[in-house]
């Protein structure tokens, strides 16, 4: 059985990029869809489960646009694309405005209570989620913004078909003219004049995650729905898309106890009592610089050929300085929701309760502590930096140890689009009536130190460049 329906712009996902895609849209006078594979009111999305918070790689959005570029150029190593670092910092601000205006309502966090684990940022979704370790999403600032958007959108006459599973672009002589999708058990065309990729990236996708980002896929913990699955990705690059490197993602590094404990995760982090620690592998020895923060480190834990054969070493000054700087704090909260907390009088002994080599990690502490005394941790092998978290000496008693393990949010990498979010072919030529937002891209985040930009305001941005650039081009 085959049905069809006809609309001016489809969006795939009803995440905050395609909601926001979906509504601009519609406000601008196009007859509109979302095609969504989850079902129910509250289905299942990274961006219904976010903490809400918005910023540009950990920079309050409302900063000035060259102040904004130069954070993304420095998380990126100057990786990301000069055009969507322009398109994401000119118009951030706007977004947010724009997103109050559609029933969003955000708190402005004052800049002395800034903490470490969140930078600058400076505006979060109310009701803001509360501060504790487990998932509590419901009713929350991400959860009720989405329910606004769909309201808003269902309001001006837009329509949400959930349940729907987008399975191939319909192309028309390399134009993109809608979809062909799946509901219950027969396949529905809808027919576009132009169509939005925002079905997020592929971190649910277990056969491309083995690919591209580890060689133990269920040895990382999905700390997000796991909805993505890459459909959009997969059906661009059919279209003839142009996808980035697909060998990054953001996510943090939380106790391994979390792969069995549903209280151990999206909180607490470990990033940064790693970051002014150690990581290390079940030699004792170091596998990356620490200082590059958490968001780098669980992309190398999970590259590991054991992802879960990692441990994070501490002392006591780090355990009560970084240990207590996030909201959700491991100290103390990792061992109150039943997480193992190793606690030994010496280096040795801790090394004998993590199940490392002794030997190898007391060489390893020590040439650390030398390093971080001398001023020499660039020396290092691997070299270790300062850039998130100072170095800081394991050395006062007593000292600590977790094992650990790498939780991912979303990936990095995907379709290449441009600053306008329109998709461009291998070619780097737009491809007529496509166009891409959010988590399923690629281009902005990633490169070899992993930047991250933000997830949220990523989808925002681009979900009204993408409208703004499909009702552009269908008026000319």
Partial sequence: MTGKFEYDLISIGGGIAGLVAANRASQLGLKVAVLERGSGDLYACNSRYSGGVMHISYKDPANPPEELSRAINEITNGYAASDQVQ?????????????????????????????ADIGSRAWILTPVRPPVTQLEWKGRGADV???????????????????????????????????????????????????????????????????????????????????????????????????????????????????????????????????????????????????????????????????????????????????????????????????????????????????????????TVRDYNAAVAAGTIGSLQPSRSNKRRTAQAIAVAPFYGAHACAGITYTMGGVRIDGSARVLDTGRAPIKGLYAAGATTGGLEGGPAVGYVGGLMKGIVFGLLAAEAAVAALAS
């Fill in 87 to 115: 398109a994401i910092t000119t118009n951030c601000r706007r977004g947010l405005d724009w997103l109050q205006e559609q029933g969003a309502r955000f708190m402005r966090i004052d800049p002395s209570m800034q903490r």
């Fill in 145 to 363: 913004t989405l329910r606004a958007l769909e309201a808003g959108l269902v309001k001006r006459g837009g329509v949400m078909h959930k349940g729907t599973s987008a399975l191939t672009l319909i192309m028309e002589q390399g134009v993109c003219r809608g979809v062909t999708a799946r509901q219950g058990d027969h396949e529905v065309q809808f027919h576009a004049r132009a169509v939005v990729l925002a079905d997020g990236g592929f971190q649910g996708n277990q056969e491309l995650a083995r690919q591209h980002l580890t060689p133990a896929p269920a040895a990382v913990k999905q700390r997000g729905a796991g909805t993505g699955i890459g459909d959009g990705m997969r059906m661009a690059r059919e279209a003839g898309a142009d996808i980035t490197a697909l060998d990054g993602f953001y996510g943090h590094i939380l106790s391994r106890d979390a792969m069995q404990n549903d209280r151990l995760w999206p909180y607490p982090q470990l990033d940064l009592v790693a970051a002014a620690g150690l990581l290390v592998n079940q030699d004792g020895r170091r596998f990356a610089d620490e200082g590059l923060g958490g968001v780098f480190m669980a992309n190398v834990i999970a590259r590991q050929p054991d992802p879960l054969g990692t441990s994070v070493v501490w002392d006591e000054v780090i355990w009560q300085d970084s240990g207590r700087a996030a909201a959700v704090a491991p100290n103390p909260a990792l061992e109150r929701e039943g997480g193992k907390l190793y606690k030994a009088d010496s280096i040795k002994a801790l090394a004998g309760m993590l199940g490392v080599d002794a030997q190898g990690l007391e060489t």
